[in-house]
């Protein structure tokens, strides 16, 4: 069993629309959470970091569940722009550990 | 500018061969990692280093070695390619986690551009 676990996708929504992607964790002892963006061919790149108070950057904001073991993204006003695969990540003892991806199109 | 810099976009080997591919970071980062990533697997760690001439095993190490030196390099050897290590190789880096075991944004992984290594 995968240490993160996501939904694969694709999300397809408009423009404008407000999307949420879930993701879960298996160790209960997972030290910090990440949300990372990866456009097709480039290498992933840190989009925010998950506060266990839930944190807010822009139209982007992340939750963290430590009970049921899951994290949260959800992006209000989906820009084309923001078409890309999201990797959750959590990082335990100096090693990270990465889900699948979640796959979002933003169409006009 | 941070940067973390691979010295092969594009390579293609042959069976058998042994593989270099290098990393290199300008930021003074004590934490270096290999990935590979895959189609539906996503990324998953080869070797990992906390220091120089430190490493550890990742959950997929078998077929692969690491050399690190130097605190800003560190190199993923395949002794042997084969087919099935047909893949995008990721090199990352970090800073070492305070001693609490938190993290923040300031401890983002930093990724090289990757790798994308056929193996005929």
């Known amino acids: 069993r995968k240490e993160v676990e996501q939904d694969p996708g694709p999300f397809n929504v408009p423009e404008g629309a407000t999307v949420a992607f879930n993701c879960t964790y298996s160790n209960s002892a997972s030290q910090s959470f990440f949300w990372y963006r990866q456009d097709c061919r480039k290498e992933p790149k840190l989009l925010m970091s998950?506060?266990?108070s839930g944190n807010e950057d822009g139209r982007f904001t992340a939750q963290l569940n430590r009970a049921s073991q899951y994290i949260s993204l959800l992006i209000r006003d989906s820009k084309l722009s923001d078409s890309a695969t999201y990797l959750c990540?959590?990082?335990?003892?100096?090693?990270?550990?990465f889900g699948s991806g979640t796959k979002l199109n933003v169409k006009p | 500018d941070v940067k973390v810099t691979q010295s092969s976009r594009y390579l293609v080997k042959r069976t058998g061969e042994k593989v270099f591919l290098e990393c290199v970071q300008d930021m003074d980062h004590e934490n270096m990692f290999w990935y590979r990533q895959d189609p539906g697997l996503g990324l998953r760690l080869i070797y990992f280093?906390?220091?120089?001439?430190?490493?550890e095993k990742g959950d997929i190490p078998e077929g692969y070695s690491v050399s690190r030196e130097k605190k800003e390099r560190f190199s993923l050897i395949l002794e042997s390619a084969s087919t099935n290590q047909t893949s995008m190789y990721l090199c990352?880096?970090?800073?070492?986690?305070?001693?609490?075991?938190?993290?923040?944004?300031?401890?983002?992984?930093?990724f090289g551009p990757g790798t994308r290594l056929t193996v005929l």
């Open positions: 990352a880096s970090s800073r070492r986690a305070r001693p609490s075991g938190k993290l923040s944004g300031y401890n983002e992984q930093f």
């Open positions: 280093s906390y220091d120089v001439k430190m490493k």
């Open positions: 990540v959590s990082f335990f003892l100096n090693k990270f550990y």
């Open positions: 998950v506060y266990s």
